[in-house]
Structure formats: structure tokens, C-alpha cells
């Protein structure tokens, strides 16, 4: 049937096609069916929806992403047109059944070609989450997430890369491990995440110091012009189903294991890594829970890094506070930029990114660039870059390198205007922390969106406070958020010094 064209202006990231209630029962189908829209030089099939008010009869409503593939069509025939195969596919993981390679790399074609509704994928999703893919099924799900988008294949090797499993506070150590790594000759293409449920990922940091928007073809310039580069992934098309799986993940509130693994790997395989070190915070609250957790993730990606000709080693970490004392995105940059001037802060954060900067530099040595390749040498050689002031060097090539002043220093960096301590309520030790309180709290704030706000610990496990001395503080540029903020630390506290009151019942008073 032929139909005026009705453009919304309006992006949903996928194809989609709106007609009134009364022509889709003419044409017998129902929301969520397919139909092929055609017009003169252009076709697509997109997922239909039905309204009784938003069109016309006579009318189609083509939302952002069709409306760019047809062109600017005033007329286009509308007809039914059958699911993808993916649906099948789907269905059958469902069922237990294993796939095919060609299989896999269906469903993950129609989920870049945005052919699945958001219920296809959330059914996806939920499917992986109970029933995971064997080892094959995952390397086959690796692969085709690689091979469905860019690839950046470099002249110089070897090259490495970082990546952290998330789930502690304050995880600032990229913007440390990519400038020793980088000053040492490697060549280290981090590309990196915004926060999705934290207070900063790595990008919004960086953000702070230069652009972090790129191209894949400007990634590998920069990278091989001055050794590293700090950018944000979702600006590219590196392993781009990633993305909208990611987007499905966060409203399910679920991470299902293979698909994670597969999503790790995807992106260091695009990158053209050689080795990638992998950050595996262990402890309450983390992903990883406990070692045995942690040790045998780290024996699943090993394995995928093998089947994927990648070496992988993982570096288990201590996950039960946030690394360093802020969390945030200004304040986590003031922190590493100060370490990198100075070669001193706190020891988490020090040792954590000396560690795992020097198994890189142990991993990805080659003869002659005289490097170490014995284990264990790689932290003193990290350390003396970092003492020395070569890294700090290095970072202002590669923030110059992405358009930011080479200038910076970390007294430039403004944190939130507004702040509020809160206090301890006893004298005693600090016993233990509440991470994803900490991070609740910073987000209360207005971090990651207000890059000011944050919170700025005083007292780590197993520091002295004495009762009415801050334990921490939180800043914001808003002064009604940092009241939220206090508030809502008030209400439940994430740092317990021993013997304080953690909570009264009945919650209310009966006098």
C-alpha cells in the first residue's frame, strides 16, 4: 500500500515505522511486526508501531534512522515482510540447542543493522543470562562482533591494552598505566566507556583533559604518533553491536557471562591488541565476589584470548575500597594528574597502576626495545617512568595529541564549588567501606553529568578518626545537590568505623 511519508524527528536506534491503528488492521498486522518500506532508489525493513492519534490514516511515520535510509521520499509502499532468521535463532538458545558460527554471526549482523526490537534483544539478552554459551559459541559471538565493524590494524607492534572488569569506585589507574606504558615504546590504544551506573568511566575523565570523540582511523594516527591515546569507544564503530546490547544490559540491570566476555574481548580484538591485561577487582560488592570467582574468569578469557590470538593475563585486585581517595571525574583527574607530576599519592592507587603497567611492559616486550620480559621486573620499570617524570611527559603528548592544552596541570582542574563533610560518628578505625553506596552518593551529587561533583575521602581501612573528624566530603556545583547528596550519606553511611551506631529499631521514636 502506497503511504504519505510523515517524518518524526525523533532518533530510537533502530528502524522503525509508525501507521495508524485503522490501516494496519486493513493490512492485517499488529505492533512489532516487520514490513518492507520502499521508495525510489531506497528499501529497508523496519519494525512497525500503531497509534490511534499520532497519524493519519494514509499516513506513515518514519522516525530519524529510516527517514535517513529513504531519503526525502514523500510517498513509499508499506507491506508485510517476515522476521529474520535471528528470531529463529534466538528461539533455539531458548531451547538449549547449540548454534552454528553463521548463526551467531546472523544474530549479531541484524543486531548492528538494527533489525531486532528492543524485545528481541532484551530476549536475547535474558536467554544468555540463564543458559551461557559454551566456549565455542563464545569465540564464534567474539569474532563476529570483531568482523561486523571497524578494525584497526597497525604498522608498529606490539600493541597492548587494559581492561577493567568495573565495580570499584575512583578506578582512575588508565590515566596512569597508558602514559608509563606508552613512554616505554608500547604502543597502548586505550579506547574506553562512560559511566553507565558509576560516578566516571574512563572517558569522562579524560574528557576533562582533551576530546575524546574519534574515528577509528584517527585513533591509529594518534596512537602511532605519540604512543597512546585515551578515547571513548562508542564514537567509533569498533564492535558496535556492543553498544546496543550494552543499552539493553543497563535496562535489564543484567550482564550475562558470556556476552561479556565476548564484549571485552571484541574490542581488543578491533584494536589490533597483541596482549591486554585485565583488571579483575575481587572482594563484597564487586563482580567477583571472591578469588575462586575471580580465578575462574580469569581461565575463561585466558582461553579466549588464545582461541582469538591474543595473550591475556589477569591481574587480581583488592576491590574492597575505591582506588584512591576520590571518586569522581574532576577529582579523580586532579588525583592523577598530581601523581603523574609528582610520582606520589595514594598507595592504592600508586601500586595498583604500577602493577598493572608493569605486567603490560613485561607482556609486550619484544628484543631491542629494551624493555624486561622477566616477571616481576615490569613495576620497577614502571615505577622509575613514573618517578622519573617520563610519563608525565608522555601524558601531555598524547593530551596535546588529542587537542587539549599540554599545559594543564592539576591545580587547573575545578571541583565543585559547593562541599559538605561528613563527619564520623565515633572514635575508633575504619573497619570497612560500602562501595556502590560511594558511588551512589557521588551520583546523588550530580557526577558523572556534572564532572565537579564527586566525593573526596579523608579516612581509608584501617585509618585512626576521631568522632566529629570528616570521613569524607562531597562537592558538587549545585548546592541543593550536595545537600541530597549529605543527606542521603546520612541516611545509610558507606564507611563504618568500629563500634559506631550502624541503626536503630524501631526506626521511629514511640515516646
Given amino acids: 500500500m502506497l503511504f504519505e511519508v510523515n517524518p518524526f524527528d525523533i532518533e530510537i536506534g533502530q528502524y522503525k515505522v509508525m501507521l495508524n491503528l485503522a490501516d494496519a488492521r486493513e493490512m492485517g498486522m499488529n505492533a512489532g511486526d516487520r514490513v518492507r518500506v520502499k521508495a525510489k532508489g531506497a528499501s529497508l525493513t523496519?519494525?512497525?508501531?500503531?497509534?490511534?492519534?499520532?497519524?493519519?490514516?494514509?499516513?506513515?511515520?518514519?522516525?530519524?534512522?529510516?527517514?535517513?535510509?529513504?531519503?526525502?521520499?514523500?510517498?513509499?509502499?508499506?507491506?508485510?515482510?517476515?522476521?529474520?532468521?535471528?528470531?529463529?535463532?534466538?528461539?533455539?538458545?531458548?531451547?538449549?540447542?547449540?548454534?552454528?558460527?553463521?548463526?551467531?554471526?546472523?544474530?549479531?549482523?541484524?543486531?548492528?543493522?538494527?533489525?531486532?526490537?528492543?524485545?528481541?534483544?532484551?530476549?536475547?539478552?535474558?536467554?544468555?543470562?540463564?543458559?551461557?554459551?559454551?566456549?565455542?559459541?563464545?569465540?564464534?559471538?567474539?569474532?563476529?562482533?570483531?568482523?561486523?565493524?571497524?578494525?584497526?590494524?597497525?604498522?608498529?607492534?606490539?600493541?597492548?591494552?587494559?581492561?577493567?572488569?568495573?565495580?570499584?569506585?575512583?578506578?582512575?589507574?588508565?590515566?596512569?598505566?597508558?602514559?608509563?606504558?606508552?613512554?616505554?615504546?608500547?604502543?597502548?590504544?586505550?579506547?574506553?566507556?562512560?559511566?553507565?551506573?558509576?560516578?566516571?568511566?574512563?572517558?569522562?575523565?579524560?574528557?576533562?583533559?582533551?576530546?575524546?570523540?574519534?574515528?577509528?582511523?584517527?585513533?591509529?594516527?594518534?596512537?602511532?604518533?605519540?604512543?597512546?591515546v585515551l578515547a571513548w569507544g562508542g564514537a567509533t564503530n569498533i564492535a558496535p553491536a556492543d553498544d546496543r546490547l550494552i543499552r539493553a544490559e543497563y535496562a535489564l540491570t543484567i550482564d550475562p557471562y558470556s556476552q561479556m566476555l565476548a564484549s571485552i574481548m571484541a574490542k581488543k580484538g578491533a584494536v589490533g591488541a597483541d596482549s591486554v591485561v585485565m583488571d579483575m577487582p575481587v572482594g563484597p560488592g564487586t563482580k567477583l565476589p571472591t578469588a575462586a570467582d575471580g580465578r575462574s574468569m580469569a581461565k575463561d578469557l585466558i582461553d579466549l584470548g588464545d582461541r582469538l590470538g591474543i595473550r591475556v593475563e589477569c591481574a587480581m585486585t583488592f576491590g574492597g575500597s575505591p582506588v584512591g581517595r576520590t571518586v569522581g571525574p574532576a577529582l579523580e583527574v586532579k588525583e592523577a594528574l598530581t601523581m603523574l607530576e609528582s610520582g606520589q599519592g595514594p598507595n592504592s592507587l600508586r601500586e595498583k597502576?604500577?602493577?598493572?603497567?608493569?605486567?603490560?611492559?613485561?607482556?609486550?616486550?619484544?628484543?631491542?626495545?629494551?624493555?624486561?620480559?622477566?616477571?616481576?621486573?615490569?613495576?620497577?620499570?614502571?615505577?622509575?617512568?613514573?618517578?622519573?617524570?617520563?610519563?608525565?611527559?608522555?601524558?601531555?603528548?598524547?593530551?596535546?595529541?588529542?587537542?587539549?592544552?599540554?599545559?594543564?596541570?592539576?591545580?587547573?582542574?575545578?571541583?565543585?564549588?559547593?562541599?559538605?563533610?561528613?563527619?564520623?560518628?565515633?572514635?575508633?578505625?575504619?573497619?570497612?567501606?560500602?562501595?556502590?553506596?560511594?558511588?551512589?552518593?557521588?551520583?546523588?551529587?550530580?557526577?558523572?553529568?556534572?564532572?565537579?561533583?564527586?566525593?573526596?575521602?579523608?579516612?581509608?581501612m584501617g585509618e585512626v578518626v576521631k568522632k566529629g573528624e570528616p570521613l569524607f566530603t562531597i562537592y558538587s556545583s549545585k548546592d541543593w545537590e550536595v545537600q541530597r547528596a549529605a543527606n542521603d550519606a546520612l541516611r545509610e553511611m558507606p564507611i563504618f568505623v568500629e563500634g559506631m551506631l550502624l541503626e536503630r529499631y524501631p526506626r521511629y521514636s514511640q515516646i
Fill in 46 to 228: 523496519a519494525i512497525l508501531d500503531v497509534t490511534t492519534q499520532m497519524v493519519e490514516p494514509g499516513k506513515v511515520g518514519i522516525f530519524t534512522e529510516a527517514h535517513q535510509k529513504i531519503g526525502e521520499a514523500r510517498e513509499v509502499d508499506v507491506a508485510p515482510a517476515p522476521k529474520p532468521a535471528s528470531v529463529s535463532y534466538i528461539k533455539r538458545i531458548m531451547d538449549e540447542e547449540k548454534l552454528t558460527e553463521d548463526q551467531i554471526r546472523t544474530i549479531v549482523q541484524d543486531i548492528v543493522d538494527n533489525n531486532l526490537s528492543d524485545v528481541e534483544i532484551s530476549a536475547y539478552l535474558t536467554t544468555l543470562y540463564i543458559r551461557n554459551f559454551d566456549s565455542q559459541e563464545t569465540e564464534w559471538l567474539t569474532r563476529a562482533m570483531i568482523e561486523t565493524g571497524e578494525r584497526i590494524h597497525f604498522d608498529t607492534h606490539p600493541v597492548v591494552d587494559k581492561h577493567s572488569i568495573g565495580g570499584v569506585p575512583g578506578n582512575k589507574v588508565s590515566l596512569l598505566v597508558v602514559p608509563i606504558v606508552a613512554a616505554a615504546g608500547l604502543l597502548i590504544p586505550k579506547t574506553s566507556s562512560r559511566a553507565i551506573t558509576g560516578a566516571g568511566g574512563t572517558s569522562d575523565l579524560m574528557e576533562i583533559l582533551a576530546p575524546v570523540e574519534f574515528s577509528a582511523d584517527e585513533i591509529k594516527e594518534i596512537a602511532e604518533t605519540v604512543g597512546g
Fill in 353 to 460: 597502576s604500577l602493577s598493572l603497567a608493569g605486567i603490560l611492559l613485561e607482556i609486550g616486550c619484544t628484543a631491542g626495545m629494551g624493555c624486561v620480559s622477566a616477571r616481576g621486573e615490569g613495576r620497577a620499570m614502571a615505577e622509575k617512568i613514573l618517578s622519573s617524570g617520563k610519563a608525565h611527559e608522555k601524558m601531555m603528548e598524547i593530551i596535546e595529541a588529542q587537542g587539549g592544552d599540554p599545559s594543564v596541570k592539576s591545580s587547573d582542574i575545578e571541583i565543585g564549588e559547593y562541599h559538605q563533610d561528613i563527619l564520623s560518628p565515633t572514635n575508633g578505625y575504619v573497619i570497612s567501606f560500602d562501595n556502590k553506596r560511594i558511588i551512589e552518593i557521588a551520583r546523588s551529587a550530580g557526577a558523572p553529568a556534572d564532572k565537579k561533583a564527586g566525593v573526596r575521602i579523608h579516612r581509608k
